[in-house]
Antibody, heavy 124, light 108 residues
């Protein structure tokens, strides 16, 4: 069974840091492009960033609001994805989802599966 | 960046109704358009990819159409389990992979 399980969320003060983890199982993690997507309370989905597989270069891309503050990394030996969040702002309060970005032929590109999400609250 | 705009933002309908949700891209995205369903407290679920291809396991009452900048998601006969929020998402070219703002489908 394909599974993504996030952890590491919690309450942090503005300006603080937090690292989220996403443990993957049931598929070949090292071949997967992985993303983080967040959802502020009562709001819509916002793509945060992506890391390609190492065979495809292992490069990262980020959404403008988090670029320079957030870092996505992966440890293929542990089948784990990370999101290091620094200089956190109240606007970063959200449920953070880990998801696989399937990059297939033609228009076959989508986010699936998704983890259950982990809540990050930035508040003083 | 490509902006995605959904309409309406919310919609009330009854079981058995036919419902259509629209998504418009700020520039042509060919058929690189996906639809997701999200229920409260649960992660999104992929329904349709490539504008019109049904994801495995998704009921056939869901369908998608469109290309270029204008897309629609249609539910042919609403079931009780379909009341949720629906998001479109473009996967054209390079990131950011933007989502629409969502359409909340409520019971009338």
């Amino acid at each position: 069974e394909v599974q993504l399980v996030e952890s590491g969320g919690g309450l942090v003060k503005p300006g603080g840091s937090l690292r989220l983890s996403c443990a993957a199982s049931g598929f070949t993690f090292s071949n997967a492009w992985m993303s983080w997507v967040r959802q502020a309370p009562g709001k819509g989905l916002e793509w945060v960033g992506r890391v390609k597989s190492k065979t495809d270069g292992g490069t990262t891309d980020y959404a403008a609001p988090v670029k320079g503050r957030f870092t996505i990394s992966r440890d293929d030996s542990k089948n784990t994805l990370y999101l290091q969040m620094n200089s956190l702002e109240t606007e970063d309060t959200a449920v953070y989802y880990c998801t696989t970005y399937y990059y297939g032929s033609g228009t076959r590109r989508w986010f699936d599966p998704w983890g259950q999400g982990t809540l990050v609250t930035v508040s003083s | 960046d490509i902006q995605m705009t959904q309409s309406p933002s919310s919609l009330s309908a009854s079981v058995g109704d036919r419902v259509t949700i629209t998504c418009r891209a700020s520039q042509s995205i060919s058929s690189y358009l996906n639809w997701y369903q999200q229920k409260p407290g649960i992660a999104p679920k992929l329904l349709i990819y490539g504008a019109s291809s049904l994801q495995s396991g998704v009921p056939s009452r869901f369908s998608g159409s469109g290309s270029g900048t204008d897309f629609t998601l249609t539910i042919s006969s609403l079931q009780p389990e379909d009341f949720a929020t629906y998001y479109c998402q473009q996967s054209y070219s390079t990131p950011p992979y933007t989502f629409g703002q969502g359409t909340k489908l409520e019971i009338k």
